[in-house]
C-alpha cells in the first residue's frame, strides 16, 4: 500500500509509523517526491487500511492495485533515475551501451572501446560468461574477459556492463563490474535475483524469452523487494511464431512499461532481431517509442566474431545509428546522454563550447524572456549536467550586454525557426557586437501548451495571451475556440500574467517549462498546427573564449562591393574550397540604405585547413569580412 504522508509530519511521527508498519511484517520505503512524499510498505501480510489511515501523520492511504509494488508507477510517479559512473539512465535521456556480445581478446575489446566510445556511447558492454544454446559454442573467457573488459572501460572512461549466468560468480565479478545483466534466459531465476538484489549494483534485467510483461515487472519486484533500487529494464524481443528474424523486438512494451513502471527501460535491437541491416532501423524505433537507453552490439571485425557476428553492427553503422539518435531525440523531447569523462577535465562544456568552467561552480546563462522560456529549455538541454544559474533577460540585446559585461558567461538566443525563418533581430546584433562570438548551437523541437489555472473549462476560455509567433503557430487550436487572441511579449511572461490575474476565463500558450514554473496546469499538450515546428539557438560568448574542442561549423557575415558578380566571386571561393554553405542570408545594413551584409553557415570538414586557407581566401573575396564563430552544430 502506499501511504502519503502530511506535509507537516514530524520525524518522530514518521518513525513511529514505520516502525508500527515493520512490526506487522511489511518492509517500508520512503519515497520522495516533487509535490508529496510517501511510504511503501509491501510485504506477505495485510492490514485493513483504515487502521493506518488513523495514525498520526498520514494524510491518505491508497492499496497498490498491481501485483508487482515497488515497480510500480503507482508507488512513485516519477522516473527512476540510475547513475553510474557519472552517466544518467532514465528521465529525458538516451543512454547508449554499446560493445561486442563477448570479449574475445584483450585486443579487441579495446578496439571496440575506442571505436563506441568515439561515436558517442556511455557504457561499454561485453560478455565474459556466455550462456550459450549449444554447450560446444564458445562460453567465454570468464574472469579474465572480466579483467580486458575492466581495462578497457577505464581506459576510456566507460562504466562496463557484463552478463552475470550464476550466484556463484557474484565473488569474482565484485571488483570488475559497474552494471549486472541479468540475461533473458536467467530473467526467472529467482535466486540469482535474489543475489543481485541485495548486492544494490546497477542491473539490467533482460526480458525473457517467453515472459509476459507482468511476468518481467514481477522478476524486477524481487530485485526490489531485495534492495535494489537500480533496476533498468531491457526489451530484447520475445519468441513468436516469426522466424525471418531471431526474435521479435516488442516496441510497444516500451511505452507500456513507461505507464506502469518508474523504472528506465533500455532496448536490444540487436538480440531483438538478430540481423545486423535490422538494428538501426529498430534502435530508431525504440527511440521514437521513449527508449531511455539502447543496447548495441558493435564489432570492428564481425566476419571473426565469436559469437552474435552477423547481429553486430560494423563501427561506421554504428557511427551514423548515433547521429540519427542525436537527430531523433529532441522530437520526443529526449537528449542524447552525452559521455562526462573524468579525463575531460570539465565534461562535456567543454566539447560543445570550449568553456573552462572551474568544477564545482555555476555556469551563468543568459537568455530572453521570462523564467520557463523556451530559451531556457534550449540553455539547460545545451549544458545538460552543467549547474546553472539562470538570467532572464528583457531583450535579446540585454543578453548580449550581460555577456559582454560578465553578469553571464553564456548567452543563448534563438535564430531560426524552422516554419516562420529566421529571427532577424538576432542576427543584426551580431554587428553592434564585435566582441561576441557564437561557441555552440541548440536545436529545439517548440511544443506549445494551452496553460490555465488547474481545473479550467477549456469552453469557457475568454482570452487567450501569448507572444503573436505562440498564437500564430496554434491557429488551428485557436480556431476552434471562442476565445480572443491576445498578443503578448513573451510566450512565458504571458504565463506569468495568467497565473497572477487568477481568473480560470484567461489562458496563455507557452513550453511545458513555463506551466511548471508558475504552478499552472497544461490544459491541452501539443497545440501547434505543424508538430515540426523547430527553433535553432546560438550559444554566445565574449571573444576572448576559448575555441570549443570540437567544430564542424563556421559562421560568417561578409558585404561585397556593389559590383556585377562580386557575390558570385565569394560563393565561387567558398565551393573551390570545398565547402558545403549550408545558410545564405542578406540583411540591411543599417546605415547603409539598400546594401547589404551577407551571413553564411559553412559546413567543416577540417578545422584547421579552413584557418590556415580557406578564411583567408573568403576574406579577400569580399568587402567586410567576420568570423562569428566556429562551433559544433547541435541538433
Ligand atoms: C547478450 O546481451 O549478449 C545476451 C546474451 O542477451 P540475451 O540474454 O538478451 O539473449
Ligand atoms: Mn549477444
Known amino acids: 500500500m502506499i501511504i502519503i504522508l502530511n506535509r507537516d509530519i514530524t520525524i518522530d511521527q514518521k518513525t513511529v509509523l514505520t516502525s508500527w508498519l515493520e512490526e506487522k511484517g511489511f518492509r517500508v520505503k520512503e519515497i520522495v517526491g516533487d509535490e508529496e512524499t510517501v511510504l511503501g510498505a509491501v510485504g506477505s501480510v495485510s492490514v485493513d487500511p483504515r487502521s493506518v489511515e488513523v495514525l498520526d501523520g498520514v494524510k491518505s492511504v491508497i492499496p497498490i492495485s498491481k501485483p508487482y509494488k515497488l515497480a510500480s508507477r503507482e508507488l512513485k510517479k516519477e522516473d527512476t533515475i540510475i547513475e553510474v559512473g557519472g552517466v544518467k539512465i532514465g528521465g529525458p535521456r538516451v543512454a547508449v551501451i554499446a560493445g561486442p556480445c563477448a570479449v574475445e581478446s584483450q585486443e579487441q575489446i579495446m578496439e571496440t572501446a575506442e571505436v563506441v566510445y568515439n561515436s558517442g556511447a556511455v557504457i561499454l558492454r561485453g560478455g ?10 564458445f562460453q567465454g573467457h570468464g574472469e579474465q574477459g572480466l579483467k580486458w573488459l575492466k581495462t578497457a572501460g577505464e581506459k576510456f572512461d566507460m562504466p562496463v556492463a557484463t552478463e552475470i549466468v550464476s550466484p556463484t560468480q557474484v565473488d569474482v565479478m565484485r571488483d570488475y563490474v559497474d552494471i549486472y545483466q541479468i540475461g533473458a534466459r536467467n530473467m526467472q531465476n529467482f ?5 543481485i538484489g541485495e548486492l544494490g549494483k546497477p542491473v539490467i534485467l533482460k526480458r525473457g524469452l517467453s515472459a509476459k510483461i507482468e511476468e518481467w515487472l514481477m522478476a524486477a519486484e524481487y530485485l526490489l523487494a531485495h534492495g535494489n533500487d537500480n533496476v533498468m529494464l531491457c526489451e530484447r524481443g520475445i519468441r513468436t511464431f516469426e522466424s525471418y528474424t531471431r526474435n521479435t523486438l516488442d516496441i510497444s512494451a516500451i511505452p507500456i512499461i513507461k505507464k506502469l513502471s518508474h523504472l528506465p527501460i533500455i532496448t536490444d535491437p540487436s538480440h531483438g532481431t538478430g540481423l545486423r541491416g535490422k538494428v538501426s532501423p529498430m534502435a530508431l524505433a525504440a527511440v521514437a517509442a521513449g527508449t531511455d537507453g539502447l543496447m548495441i552490439e558493435v564489432h570492428p571485425h564481425p566476419e571473426k566474431a565469436l559469437s552474435d557476428g552477423p547481429q553486430s553492427l560494423l563501427p561506421e553503422q554504428f557511427d551514423k545509428l548515433m547521429k540519427d539518435i542525436e537527430a531523433l ?12 569523462r573524468k579525463s575531460f577535465a570539465v565534461h562535456r562544456t567543454v566539447m560543445e563550447s570550449g568553456a573552462e568552467a572551474v568544477s564545482g561552480s555555476r555556469l551563468k546563462v543568459a537568455y530572453q524572456g521570462e523564467p520557463g522560456a523556451y530559451s531556457e529549455s534550449a540553455a539547460a538541454r545545451h549544458f545538460s549536467g552543467t549547474p546553472l544559474d539562470f538570467v532572464p533577460s528583457k531583450s535579446f540585446a540585454a543578453v548580449f550586454d550581460a555577456v559582454l559585461n560578465g ?3 553564456y548567452g543563448v538566443i534563438p535564430v531560426e525557426n524552422a516554419l516562420t525563418g529566421s529571427i532577424h533581430e538576432c542576427f543584426d546584433l551580431f554587428l ?9 548551437e541548440k536545436q529545439i523541437r517548440i511544443q506549445h501548451n494551452l496553460i490555465g489555472l488547474p481545473g479550467t473549462d477549456i469552453a469557457k476560455i475568454r482570452k487567450v495571451y501569448s507572444h503573436p509567433q505562440g498564437l500564430a503557430q496554434c491557429e488551428r487550436f485557436l480556431g476552434g475556440l471562442i476565445a480572443e487572441r491576445v498578443p503578448y511579449y513573451d510566450t512565458a511572461g504571458s504565463v506569468a500574467f495568467v497565473a497572477e490575474q487568477k481568473d480560470p476565463e484567461l489562458a496563455a500558450i507557452a513550453g511545458a517549462g513555463a506551466a511548471e514554473v508558475y504552478g499552472l496546469e497544461i490544459l491541452k499538450e501539443g497545440i501547434e498546427t505543424n508538430p515540426s515546428n523547430f527553433t535553432r539557438f546560438l550559444i554566445i560568448a565574449g571573444s576572448e573564449h576559448p575555441e570549443p574542442e570540437t567544430v564542424d561549423k563556421a559562421t560568417v557575415v561578409f558585404s561585397v562591393p556593389d559590383r556585377k558578380g562580386s557575390l558570385v566571386r565569394v560563393l565561387q571561393v567558398i565551393d573551390n574550397c570545398g ?10 545594413i543599417h546605415g547603409k540604405p539598400w546594401e547589404y551584409m551577407f551571413y553564411s553557415d559553412i559546413e567543416l570538414s577540417s578545422r584547421d585547413e579552413f584557418i590556415n586557407s580557406s578564411l583567408d581566401l573568403i576574406k579577400k ?3 567586410d569580412f567576420r568570423l562569428l564563430g566556429i562551433y559544433k552544430s547541435g541538433i
Open 407 to 409: 553578469s553571464a558567461d
Open 128 to 137: 565474459a560468461f556466455k550462456p550459450r544454446t549449444s554447450p560446444y559454442a
Open 579 to 588: 565547402l558545403n554553405m549550408k545558410k545564405l542570408e542578406s540583411r540591411p
Open 621 to 623: 573575396a569580399s568587402e
Open 432 to 440: 553592434r557586437y564585435p566582441d561576441i562570438k557564437i561557441v555552440g
Open 191 to 195: 535466486e540469482l535475483l535474489k543475489v
Open 329 to 340: 531525440s529532441p522530437v520526443i523531447n529526449k537528449e542524447i546522454e552525452r559521455p562526462r
